[in-house]
């Protein structure tokens, strides 16, 4: 079964410092998309970050990378330069076919 | 480019009753799929319907049903409502094939006493 493990429940980082959320999945496919979203206050779930399973670079957007090593299924997530608006629940996330299967969050604390 | 709508944003029910959600995808979408999302959890799949059909089914009993409209909108709907059945409930939609670009909605938050 697909399953999706997020470890820290909880992190918090001081502004303007980086920070790494951790993300280990679980899968028998080689060819997969693996996510992070964010989920504000205001509930609605926000694309961060993809990264496409058959690509050896790692993903960037701005301020956001991801660590994807697919041999030990790990997907981590850094964020540098952390502003007080990614307070917030992130998620990881991995896609088998049409079905989204998610972890269970890490709430991130910005410290001003 | 209005994006993903859902209605209503909130909603109290008691144990037993039905209740029916909705959801508008992203413009130019055919695909709607619904996630339960409880407290303090990630969301979990319920279903996905394309074409005015389910395609593709998560560990839900079949109190959860849907149904898409040509428009390509969808409903949900939750029969004998549980305690359990409290959450907020995600509606995503995407394009046939580009499931890895899904978009999500607000969502509605689910009440069940």
């Known amino acids: 079964a697909q399953t999706v493990t997020q470890s820290q429940p909880e992190m918090s980082v001081q502004e303007a410092e980086t920070v790494t959320l951790s993300c280990t999945y679980d899968?028998?496919?080689?060819?997969?998309?693996l996510f992070w979203y964010k989920q504000p206050p205001s509930r609605q779930m926000i694309l961060v970050i993809r990264q496409e399973a058959y690509k050896q670079q790692n993903a960037t957007e701005n301020r956001f990378s991801v660590n994807f090593q697919k041999a030990a299924k790990s997907f981590s997530l850094k964020i540098s330069d952390s502003q007080l608006g990614d307070a917030a629940m992130y998620f990881c996330a991995y896609i088998d076919g049409n079905q989204f299967y998610f972890g269970t969050g890490t709430s991130l604390t910005v410290i001003p | 480019d209005a994006g993903v709508t859902q209605s209503p944003t909130h909603l109290i029910k008691t144990r037993g009753q039905q209740v029916t959600l909705r959801c508008s995808p992203k413009s130019g979408h055919d695909t709607v799929s619904w996630y339960q999302q409880a407290l303090g959890q990630g969301p979990q799949f319920i279903f996905q319907?394309?074409?005015?059909?389910?395609?593709q089914r998560g560990n839900f009993p079949d109190r959860f049903s849907g149904h898409q409209f040509p428009n390509y909108s969808s409903e949900l709907n939750v029969n004998a409502l549980l305690l359990g059945d409290s959450a907020l409930y995600l509606c995503?939609?995407?394009?046939?094939?580009?499931?890895?670009?899904?978009?999500f909605g607000p969502g509605t938050r689910l009440l069940v006493l």
């Open positions: 995503a939609s995407s394009n046939r094939g580009e499931e890895e670009t899904q978009y």
């Open positions: 899968t028998s496919e080689s060819d997969y998309y």
């Open positions: 319907y394309y074409e005015e059909e389910e395609r």
